[in-house]
């Protein structure tokens, strides 16, 4: 079977693995979506069943999630009070190309949906990051806010004050994941402010909204396609550069709370075409179930000309003193984390 669920995250519940993603089309405009998002559910993660369109997008050309919109990278994530399953993903609204950076938000009763859109949003509207410095604060007006892309050489990425233009619509959400740990609560970690900084934001506690808590991290660094997890306390981050569907040397970071001080831990590709990220680009980080500390990486390998064609990369993820290690194999199986 083909799976066709890329830009995804998988949800382990009650003992099932669900693989959510989007569904692409043939050719160059199957990168919009025409479709929805894919369910496939697994128990051993060899075997996988077609659960179809958890969430399709509307026939109706006024909708948020109208057919020809952009809908990329959905996360469901499980919340045991509202006993709902909450979708988030990046959501560019039909025709304005990526200028909407906004986020999706979908909830359903039963894990393989259907699931009903709610609302499109930027994030965190109004609301001023727990490390705001004063000057975000000034208003500023005409072309002082122009664009991170044309900042000129060795200008600090906070003299744009793209978090403070944006402080009114909401910050930007592009590539983005979620979280959820130990204790429960959920976050959104977002590519913002022109792709220069990542957003780390906790959600309320129903997961339906942002709860006003949030930081900017690797700030002027721009990164992509943000995947993280945690292992023995310590939370770990991978995120690619911004060169759209072409492949680039992913960044890896660790700390020792989602909220930082994250601490960069270079490129974790270590063999051959490790600057391509082995020809992918960074999607999730499967906790494998029984396993302790056993996560698989997952990466899109895009097929930009024909969508549906991309292909994914799964690799163990390993750890050499602190760092997060990713080494290329040609076959592999779960027995690899037995050793
Ligand atoms: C990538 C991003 C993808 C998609 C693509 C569009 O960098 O990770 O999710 O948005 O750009 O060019």
Same mark, same amino acid.
């Given at each position: 079977?083909?799976?066709n669920?890329?830009?995804?995250?998988?949800?382990?519940h009650?003992?099932?693995?669900?693989?959510?993603?989007?569904?692409k089309?043939e050719?160059?405009?199957?990168?919009?979506?025409? #479709?929805?998002? $894919? +369910?496939?559910s697994?128990?051993?993660?060899?075997?996988?069943?077609?659960?179809?369109?958890?969430?399709k #997008? &509307?026939?109706d @050309?006024?909708? *948020?999630?109208?057919?020809?919109c952009?809908?990329?990278r959905?996360?469901?994530?499980y919340?045991?009070?509202?006993?709902?399953? #909450?979708m988030?993903?990046?959501?560019?609204?039909k025709?304005?190309?990526y200028s909407?950076? *906004?986020?999706?938000?979908a909830?359903?009763?039963? %894990?393989?949906?259907?699931?009903?859109?709610?609302?499109?949003?930027?994030?965190?509207?109004?609301?001023?990051? %727990?490390? #705001?410095?004063?000057?975000h604060?000034?208003?500023?007006e005409?072309?002082?806010w122009?664009?991170?892309?044309?900042?000129?050489a060795?200008e600090?990425?906070?003299?744009v004050n793209?978090?403070? /233009?944006?402080?009114?619509?909401?910050?930007?959400?592009?590539?983005?994941?979620?979280?959820?740990?130990?204790?429960?609560?959920?976050? $959104?970690? +977002?590519?913002?402010?022109?792709? &220069? %900084?990542?957003?780390?934001?906790?959600?309320?506690?129903d997961?339906?909204?942002?709860?006003?808590?949030?930081?900017?991290?690797?700030?002027?660094?721009?990164?992509?396609?943000?995947?993280?997890?945690?292992?023995d306390g310590?939370?770990y981050?991978?995120?690619?550069? +911004?060169?759209g569907?072409r492949?680039?040397?992913a960044?890896a970071a660790v700390?020792?709370?989602?909220?930082?001080?994250?601490?960069?831990?270079?490129?974790p +590709?270590?063999?051959?075409?490790?600057?391509?990220?082995?020809?992918?680009? &960074?999607?999730?980080?499967l906790?494998?179930a029984?396993?302790?500390?056993?996560?698989?990486?997952?990466?899109?390998?895009w097929?930009?000309?024909?969508?549906?064609?991309? /292909?994914?990369?799964?690799? @163990?993820?390993?750890?050499?003193?602190?760092?997060?290690?990713?080494?290329?194999?040609?076959?592999?199986?779960? &027995? %690899?984390?037995?050793?």
């Amino acid at each position: 079977m083909h799976i066709n669920a890329h830009g995804g995250g998988i949800l382990l519940h009650r003992g099932t693995y669900y693989w959510f993603g989007e569904h692409k089309t043939e050719g160059r405009g199957g990168n919009q979506a025409h #479709v929805g998002v $894919h +369910c496939y559910s697994s128990k051993d993660l060899y075997n996988w069943k077609d659960e179809g369109i958890a969430l399709k #997008v &509307s026939d109706d @050309p006024e909708s *948020m999630i109208a057919d020809g919109c952009i809908l990329e990278r959905p996360k469901v994530i499980y919340n045991p009070k509202t006993r709902k399953f #909450v979708m988030w993903f990046h959501l560019e609204p039909k025709g304005k190309g990526y200028s909407g950076a *906004m986020v999706g938000i979908a909830q359903a009763s039963k %894990v393989t949906g259907p699931f009903t859109f709610i609302r499109a949003t930027r994030a965190t509207p109004q609301m001023w990051p %727990v490390d #705001v410095k004063p000057f975000h604060k000034i208003p500023k007006e005409g072309e002082i806010w122009k664009d991170r892309a044309n900042l000129s050489a060795g200008e600090h990425p906070d003299s744009v004050n793209t978090l403070g /233009r944006d402080f009114l619509p909401g910050q930007h959400s592009r590539d983005m994941t979620l979280f959820v740990d130990d204790d429960g609560k959920a976050y $959104h970690i +977002c590519s913002s402010e022109s792709n &220069s %900084v990542i957003h780390i934001a906790e959600l309320t506690d129903d997961f339906l909204d942002f709860s006003g808590k949030y930081v900017r991290a690797f700030v002027g660094d721009r990164m992509e396609a943000p995947a993280v997890f945690k292992k023995d306390g310590l939370y770990y981050f991978m995120g690619s550069e +911004c060169t759209g569907w072409r492949p680039n040397p992913a960044h890896a970071a660790v700390a020792p709370s989602i909220w930082g001080p994250w601490t960069q831990t270079g490129n974790p +590709c270590v063999d051959a075409d490790s600057e391509t990220t082995y020809h992918s680009q &960074s999607t999730f980080f499967l906790p494998v179930a029984g396993k302790e500390g056993a996560f698989i990486y997952m990466g899109d390998r895009w097929r930009p000309e024909n969508a549906i064609d991309g /292909r994914y990369i799964w690799l @163990p993820v390993e750890f050499e003193e602190g760092r997060l290690i990713l080494r290329w194999r040609d076959e592999w199986d779960l &027995s %690899v984390f037995d050793k």
